[in-house]
Nanobody, 115 residues
């Protein structure tokens, strides 16, 4: 069992930045893959970025260069740095931990990009 708690969402103007945080109850380096997903109204939850326990990262092509996923193994944290935010980035962002055939989700944090 892995508990995940996201934080850091909020309202930001277009062009602004936010850093989302996800605290894991298990050491993140021991989890096969940690990821950030997002869901916009009327759409399914979709992958934003992922990072393996070994540090390999994977990004949705359309977000490369603006979003960065990272971990702090000492703090059991996963971060998503989001720069140059656009209104279309408005969504609920979820943290995910996956491995050994299991998948765990946080409760989500709302990000709203609006002037």
């Amino acid at each position: 069992q892995v508990q995940l708690v996201e934080s850091g969402g909020g309202l930001v103007q277009p062009g602004g930045s936010l850093r989302l945080s996800c605290e894991s109850s298990r050491r993140v380096f021991s989890i096969n893959t940690m990821g950030w997903y997002r869901r916009t109204p009327g759409k399914q939850r979709a992958l934003v970025a992922a990072i393996t326990g070994g540090g390999s990262t994977n990004y949705v092509d359309s977000l490369k260069g603006r979003f960065t996923i990272s971990t702090d193994n000492a703090k059991n944290m996963v971060y998503l740095q989001m720069n140059n935010l656009k209104p279309e980035d408005t969504a609920v962002y979820y943290c995910n931990a996956a491995g050994d055939g299991l998948s765990y989700w946080g409760q989500g944090t709302q990000v709203t990009v609006s002037s």
